[in-house]
């Protein structure tokens, strides 16, 4: 099983940024995607942003030019730096991952645990 741990949120002022952390780990054959959800209370969870195993990424219009995505792929780790962030980006962010395991070798999302961003004006 994959257990994917999320660091990073907190309460900021409009205007300021955060970097968010997900690190994926357990008997990982190999990762495919790896990406950034959003939910916002009584919302569907949203794409924020994605990265493949050969590093092309992808935005929400909503963050492209102030979000950026980015991968540690020695340590399973996924990034998200959040710049001039609005309240309109508060939310809880879940982390995702496409992954292969030894106990389950077929390309598997898993998600984790989710950590609040919370943007005050």
């Known amino acids: 099983q994959v257990q994917l741990v999320e660091s990073g949120g907190g309460l900021v002022q409009a205007g300021g940024s955060l970097r968010l952390s997900c690190a994926a780990s357990?008997?990982?054959?190999?990762?495919?995607?790896m990406g950034w959800y959003l939910q916002a209370p009584g919302n569907q969870r949203e794409l924020v942003a994605t990265i493949t195993s050969g590093g092309s990424t992808n935005y929400a219009d909503s963050v492209k030019g102030r979000f950026a995505i980015s991968r540690d792929y020695a340590k399973n780790t996924v990034y998200l730096q959040m710049n001039s962030l609005k309240p309109e980006d508060t939310a809880v962010y879940y982390c995702?991952?496409?992954?292969?395991?030894?106990?389950?070798?077929?390309?598997?999302?898993?998600w984790g645990q989710g950590t609040q961003v919370t943007v005050s004006s």
């Open positions: 995702a991952a496409e992954v292969r395991t030894v106990a389950r070798p077929i390309l598997t999302d898993y």
């Open positions: 357990g008997r990982i054959i190999s990762i495919n995607t």
